[in-house]
DNA sequence: TAGATTGTTAATCGATTAACAATC
DNA sequence: TAGATTGTTAATCGATTAACAATC
């Protein structure tokens, strides 16, 4: 409702940061914080901190710093995470099931309320709680209970097909964990997890010319 | 051995991307590209393609496009894919168990050596070949199965612990699933894979207020 | 040769840092 | 009040885009 200026792409993803340590500092009854000081423990200079929080609201006091409560509030409220986002996983391998059995996101409020398949096999199995359904009940599965984010965790040559499916559906965000990427219309979101472009920056990291002098 | 320009992270990253989709063109037995063609496939400008492989070389052919094979060549030689890097898993758990068990990382010459943990009752499982094996021998395995990365899987409250071990141990690198960030001295590289970051950047893209025209 | 596309320099755009007045 | 730290503007730095001569 409010005219936000834009957010940069960079400063949304140091956002996700402090909103860890904020919570860090939270569980250990921190209750109020300085540029500075959670400069120091993000490696991230105070300027920036402050230029990033400036960038979504006016929340600091000047001569004391930031109130955890706050600052946790507001962030939450700008990257939604004030309200549940219902996911599903579509493709209920090792890594669909590893997801499955993580109570991370739940506890987060992101759960996931089912996995889909069409292994027959696999169908009907429950993973943490969490049933295994085929893939033909997609559709009004997604309609019936809210889903906003399907997470894709299926191999290469089925990606763009599960994409199409999940987007017919009317899904609102795709997590892509598979190793292509997708094409989707404009107002589905996507965040991809790419492991193996994450493992290759790695090896360029680790690489010896990189570490000359 | 050449002297390099320094080369920004956001080129390497790129990078990382543009091997992936020579590797598909590759097996299409597609030959030669053009940075127009590559750019319009990866939703990348051609003259931000031509600018990254010119950090790193200088093999177009003018008037013609990159020969593929030697794109390839280059970037992963660029990259550090030339070589094996051997790999370890610390924490059996699921996730571990998940990485452990895709095969994908061995074919581009990133095996999985061995999995560590400190469960008995997970220690002498194997997981797709692959043996659990108690932490203590974590020190002298690294040392004689020329390990270079440590994959770290296991959950907050050891993961410091855990990274000064692999430290402690010679590791070069470190690929970190874990939920919090890790203090490495300089000489060990690190790769973040945090999923908190990643679904609260879903959440802000699929945010109402964002989505504003 | 003519056409196409690179390599590269210059121009623009955006993100980070520095500095400091405002103020708690 | 004095000290501390924010909010914000200006300066710097870096990354992307535009343009075009070089050349295959």
Chains 1, 2 share one sequence.
Not at 84 to 102: D, E, F, K, R
Not at 132 to 155: A, E, P, Q, T, Y
Not at 170 to 197: H, L, Q
Request: proline share 2%; aromatic share 8%; charged share 20%.
């Amino acid at each position: 409702m409010e005219k936000d200026k834009t957010v940069s792409n960079t400063t949304i993803r140091r956002l996700t940061k402090y909103y860890r340590y904020i919570e860090e500092l939270n569980s250990k009854n921190v209750k109020i914080v300085s540029s500075y000081t959670l400069g120091k423990m993000m490696g991230i200079s105070p300027s920036l901190i402050r230029q990033d929080f400036n960038a979504i609201g006016e929340f600091g006091r000047q001569g004391h710093g930031y109130q955890l409560d706050t600052l946790k509030q507001e962030i939450g409220n700008f990257l939604g995470l004030n309200k549940v986002h219902n996911m599903i996983v579509i493709g209920a391998g090792n890594l669909g099931q590893t997801l499955a059995n993580y109570d991370g996101f739940d506890k987060v409020g992101f759960p996931i309320k089912a996995l889909f398949d069409i292994n027959p096999k696999l169908i009907g199995m429950k993973i943490n709680g969490v049933e295994i359904i085929d893939l033909d009940n997609l559709k009004s599965f997604i309609k019936n209970n809210n889903i906003d984010i399907g997470i894709l965790c299926v191999r290469k040559h089925c990606v763009q097909e599960m994409t199409d499916i999940l987007v017919d559906a009317g899904i609102k965000g795709i997590w892509n964990f598979s190793a292509t990427d997708i094409n989707v219309p404009d107002d589905v979101k996507v965040e991809n997890v790419n492991f193996s472009n994450s493992l290759f920056t790695l090896s360029y990291l680790m690489n010896d010319k990189y570490n000359l002098a």
